[in-house]
């Protein structure tokens, strides 16, 4: 994503992040001062987020030949599965209403999503595209 086209709040957004991604990639090592940036920024979805990590609740899929990637986040019902794109889209009532009705940025499930993917600690499977392609239709 080119960070210029963002709007100002995104943009900070993702210079945290790659602050983040720029640092030692473990979830126990995130300095301090960026886990404050992110609170400032998330107030309780970052904890929502980290409780989702910790819980194991994330998968992340990418397709063989294209690399392509999305996300699966398991709610906290079973019923409850969510496809996550980190950076665009979730398919949770918080996305409908808090990103795209007010001003959210990221729902905690595209937070958690994006910090598993940065710091490595989701859940990884390679599908052929042709799964690929199946998982998104199937959302
Ligand atoms: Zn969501």
């Known amino acids: 994503m080119q960070a210029e086209h963002l709007p100002p709040l995104a943009q900070i957004v ?3 992040f790659k602050e983040i991604e720029a640092g030692p990639l473990n979830v126990s090592s995130v300095p301090l001062e960026l886990l404050s940036k992110l609170n400032f920024l998330f107030d ?5 987020a980290f409780q989702i990590i910790e819980r194991g609740r994330i998968t992340c899929y990418t397709a ?3 690399q392509r990637k999305v996300f699966q986040v398991q709610g906290s019902r079973p019923a409850d599965q969510y496809t996550v794109f980190p950076a665009h889209f ?11 009705g007010q001003d959210h940025i990221l729902c905690k499930h595209q937070l958690a999503a ?16 042709e799964v690929f392609a199946q998982l998104l239709i199937a959302t």
């Open 64 to 66: 063989e030949r294209s």
């Open 14 to 16: 993702e210079a945290v």
């Open 44 to 48: 309780k979805d970052l904890s929502k």
């Open 114 to 129: 994006r910090l598993a993917d940065i710091l490595h600690c989701c859940n990884t499977v390679c599908v052929p595209d």
């Open 90 to 100: 979730c398919t949770c009532h918080a996305f409908l209403y808090q990103v795209v």
